[in-house]
């Protein structure tokens, strides 16, 4: 379960932007690294929310990718984000994918459509599956599933 | 990111025809292993229409679960010789592909009579173990955060819908209602029991809005079509069923992931151009039935309803078998089953059977054309393929 609960870990909070949290459970299907994912995921580790900013078409890039969908230039950098944006569409996932899950259902799926315009599919925490709705602003927290992989979810703006 | 002018595709020259279909029994839980129902499938299909093996020069392939088999492996387990193949990776869209991919190859002379099979032993064990791994874009950013499979996706582009358009769950119900009664003719299907709006409505809740009856029941099962010329297509004493136009797409709208509006709505309007038809002409209309959202976004793509009309088009037109539009005649795969790659064939089949006039009790009176649309392959939260044919009876 995730519980929402900073780290105590203060050498990593101290920087942090958001908030990143402890994942208690086990199982999660993990994703591959590339040299092109890793600072998305690593960069969750400390609290900041980083997408490829294309060097050339200076287009956000999610999900992250080797060369620039739009432009095919290979230059990008990574550009922090304000971790903040509105709820698109979502669902109530009563019946997981992975038996990883099973134990949080149900799993509030989202497509968050982030303030600098990029959309990505990410779940909700922290707030009940009669308090969603399209439109509601969310921020993002982080979700530690790894040692080198936190998951950007999201939480209701306060 | 927009192609070129999509009506600088050359129509199809009209030289190519379907003769044969063949569908094997579908099981709820495989019975056979993938390569078995692609080879029943095959053998069927060549039966209905009297040609053996050494009559096929191209072999098309669609399926999940061959690997290691292929298309090459499978023409030596057939004991065909091939000058053209094709292996299908558009997932549901792939066999509407590759019927398109047949009509080039024979208007080219590259090969003269060509079977296309797409199968799948498909459990719901299967499916779920194959999502895990679909590809990398669901792998890497979808599949860590417990998205329910492909109910989770569809389910945010049913609530997306809703939001936009104001589409109701009665009007999802009245395509999955309507294709079960359609099903209860089809005596290959697995769900034939009737089905009220009631049923639908109040179903197990699956992936909230999506519920039971949304989804589809996996299954083993295959489906296979044969093209040939239409100078053999003479000696065989089969109707020949022409197509007319196509057309496919993939990755229409990079920026998109919830995909109100897809590919068809670019393709549409040069297909029925070339076909010389309008839309009131199309005797049905074969869809891809993953769920019934999808139904109503290729209703709007392919212009039989404008943009977010699909849900007020179904609820205000007759879709049933002697209706103005009938929709998934033999019932879907909402109905029948999805065997996998298979799924994206059993449009195709069922429209052959019908203008060939083979449909038995669900025959549509009068049937002289079809439209069949494909869909598939889903990647990161969208299907990234879309397709569809016109066929119509010589």
């Known amino acids: 379960m995730v519980s929402l609960i900073k780290k105590e870990d203060t050498s990593i909070t101290e920087e ?21 994912n890793r600072p998305f995921f690593e960069g ?58 099973t134990d949080q259902i149900p799993v509030l799926l989202a497509v968050v459509e982030l303030s600098e315009g990029p959309q990505m599919v990410s779940t909700l925490l922290g707030c009940a599956p009669e308090q969603v709705s399209i ?19 999201f939480v209701p703006q306060t | 990111m927009s192609p070129r002018d999509p009506a600088a595709k050359r129509p199809f020259e009209g030289n190519a025809v379907i003769v044969g279909y063949g569908q094997t029994t579908y099981h709820k839980r495989p019975e056979w292993s993938t390569l078995q129902y692609c080879i029943e499938a095959v053998r069927l299909a060549l039966d209905s229409c009297g040609l053996s093996n050494d009559d096929v020069d191209g072999l098309g392939v669609c399926s999940f679960m061959l ?51 797409a199968a799948d032993a498909y459990s719901v064990s299967a499916h779920v173990s194959l999502m895990d791994d679909f590809n990398s874009g669901m792998r890497e950013y979808l599949i860590p955060y417990g998205m329910g499979g492909a109910n989770g996706l569809f389910a945010m582009l049913e609530q997306r819908h809703r ?32 089905m009220t709006i009631e049923d639908y409505l109040n179903a197990r809740v699956i992936c909230d ?27 065989l004493n089969r109707p020949a069923i022409r197509v007319l136009a196509g057309g496919e797409r993939t990755n229409y709208g990079p920026d998109k992931l919830v995909l109100l509006d897809a590919g068809w709505r670019e393709f549409a309007p040069t297909m029925f151009e070339q076909a010389g038809l309008s839309r009131s002409d199309i005797d049905m209309v074969e869809l891809y039935d993953d769920y019934p959202i999808m139904e109503l976004i290729q209703l709007e793509g392919l212009g039989f309803c404008d943009r977010g009309q699909g849900g007020a ?54 049937a002289r054309t079809a439209l069949v649309s494909g869909f598939g392959m889903v990647g990161y939260v969208k299907g990234l393929c879309q397709s569809a044919v016109i066929l119509a009876t010589e």
Not at chain 1, 62 to 67: A, E, K, V
Not at chain 2, 85 to 103: D, K, N
Not at chain 2, 104 to 116: F, H, K, S, Y
């Open chain 1, 135 to 153: 439109g509601m602003e969310v921020s993002v927290v982080f979700d530690t599933i790894a040692p080198d992989v936190a998951l950007p979810k």
């Open chain 1, 44 to 101: 969750g580790l400390q609290g900041k929310l980083r997408l490829q900013r294309c060097a050339r078409c200076k287009q956000l890039i999610y999900y992250p990718r080797m060369l620039c969908p739009r432009c095919f230039s290979p230059d990008y950098e990574w550009e922090q984000l304000s971790g903040r944006g509105t709820v698109y569409s979502f669902a109530i996932v009563w019946r997981p994918n992975h038996p990883a899950f």
């Open chain 2, 67 to 117: 690997p290691p088999d292929n298309t090459a492996t499978l023409a030596e387990h057939l004991g065909m010789t091939l000058t053209w193949g094709y292996l299908g990776t558009f997932g549901g869209a792939a066999q509407v592909i590759g019927l398109q991919r047949a009509v080039r190859a024979i208007e080219a002379g590259d090969a003269e009579t060509v079977v296309l099979v």
């Open chain 2, 209 to 235: 809005p999506i519920r039971l009856y949304d989804c589809v029941l996996p299954c083993g099962g295959g489906e296979a079509i044969v093209v040939t010329n239409v100078e053999r297509a003479r000696t």
């Open chain 2, 313 to 366: 088009f179904v609820e205000e037109t007759d879709i049933s078998l002697t209706g103005t539009l009938p929709i998934n005649t033999g019932g879907g795969q909402l109905s029948c089953g999805q065997s996998g790659a298979g799924g994206g064939a059993i449009g195709l089949t069922e429209a052959v059977m019908q203008l060939q006039g083979e449909a038995g009790e669900r025959q549509v009176p009068n």
């Open chain 1, 16 to 36: 942090a932007t958001h908030p990143v949290l402890e994942h208690a459970g086990s199982g999660i299907p993990t994703p591959t690294l590339f040299e092109w």
């Open chain 2, 163 to 194: 939001y936009e358009y104001g589409t109701t769950r009665e009007q999802l119900g009245k395509l999955a209602v309507t294709q079960r009664r359609n099903a209860g003719l089809n005596p290959n299907a697995l769900l034939r029991e009737p």
